[in-house]
């Protein structure tokens, strides 16, 4: 496709379950980036990924926390043994160029994760 | 506290009106985004700025970065229902971007 695309866009979960978001971006981008949105809380970055590597993962919250990528592209966010304050909107965004070389970021429209 | 501060938090503009959004950073900025993001979307990307007193402008928006202040603002001229909406700011880190809060926009017909 296009842009970036993101599954489930919705996701309704009991606490204590685990579960996983994907993200497929812009084909070519070599930059993958996962934020968390929360209500009130604006947009916290979480993870980032160059190719199949994550140089900066300082913005997991917790080690329920973990994403990979795999062939360059695809790129999953696990989250296991959910909890309540896990519910926010994770975005996933990718680009061409870093954000020093002025890349912009391409975001999805996000998966809503709602935990019970 | 916020690495980057947004002001106002909330802004509600009769249509027509002009209006400004601020976004201020306690570090330097190397490059500083605007994006819009609609209810329940996507984030939008507006424009970057990278150059202390870079100006952009992209039909009723215009933004402005002022390097010495760590400022950026973003102002929109004759305001539309289209305009409505959250805008964020955001920064330049290291290889990723660290966000503002937002702006929620709403516009009065």
């Known amino acids: ?116 | 506290s916020q690495e980057l501060e947004q002001s106002p938090q909330s802004l509600i503009v009769q249509e027509g009106k002009n209006l400004t959004i601020n976004c201020t950073s306690s570090k330097t900025l190397y490059g500083l985004y605007w994006y819009k993001q609609k209810y329940g979307e996507g984030l939008i990307f507006l424009m970057m700025l990278q150059k202390g007193g870079e100006e952009k402008s992209h039909e009723k928006i215009t933004a402005k970065l002022d390097e010495k202040k760590q400022q950026s603002s973003l102002h929109i001229t004759a305001s539309q229902p289209s305009h409505a909406g959250i805008y964020l700011c955001g920064a330049g880190r290291d290889d990723k971007i660290i966000f503002g809060k937002g702006t929620r926009l709403h516009i009065l017909p």
Do not use: M
Not at chain 1, 19 to 40: F, K, M, N
């Open chain 1, 1 to 116: 496709g296009a842009g970036v695309s993101q599954s489930p866009s919705n996701k309704v979960t009991e606490k204590g379950k685990d579960v996983e978001l994907r993200c497929d971006p812009i084909s070519g981008h070599t930059a993958l980036y996962w934020y968390r949105q929360s209500l009130g809380q604006g947009l916290e970055f979480l993870i980032y990924f160059q190719g199949n590597s994550a140089p900066d993962k300082s913005g997991l919250p917790s080690d329920r926390f973990s994403a990979e990528r795999t062939g360059g592209s695809v790129s999953t966010l696990t989250i296991q043994r959910t909890q309540q304050e896990d519910s926010a909107v994770y975005l996933c965004a990718s680009s061409l160029l870093r954000p020093f070389s002025g890349g912009e970021l391409f975001f999805g429209e996000g998966s809503r994760l709602t935990v019970l």
